[in-house]
């Protein structure tokens, strides 16, 4: 069964960490390209930051460079965003999808940045 299953969200203070994780089954996790997506209330889904199966080619958006971290562990086919530095504006839903070739979304993980 293909599914993808997001966790370590939560509340956090601004200028506060998270990390979260996506554990992946179903395809042959390598292969892909994966990425982060976040939805804020009443905004479009946006992509945050993604990379080649290989690990070897990391792509983040203009919004998060510099603070947030994609990486992946083919072994056990997870994918991580490390975020620090986090701010009000990172508010959102988080999901991770395949970055070509989309599956359908999983429940993402929600991250709330307040004080």
């Known amino acids: 069964q293909v599914q993808l299953v997001e966790s370590g969200g939560g509340l956090v203070q601004p200028g506060g960490s998270l990390r979260l994780s996506c554990a992946a089954s179903?395809?042959?996790?390598?292969?892909?390209?994966m990425g982060w997506y976040r939805q804020a209330p009443g905004k479009e889904r946006e992509l945050v930051a993604w990379?080649?199966?290989?690990?070897?080619?990391?792509t983040y958006a203009d919004s998060v460079k510099g603070r947030f971290a994609i990486s992946r562990d083919n072994a056990k086919n997870t994918v991580y965003l490390q975020m620090n530095s986090l701010k009000p504006e990172d508010t959102a839903v988080y999901y991770c999808?395949?970055?070509?070739?989309?599956?359908?979304w999983g429940q993402g993980t929600q991250v709330t940045v307040s004080s």
């Open positions: 999808n395949r970055r070509f070739s989309a599956l359908t």
């Open positions: 990379l080649a199966g290989a690990g070897d080619s990391i």
């Open positions: 179903g395809f042959t996790f390598s292969n892909f390209a």
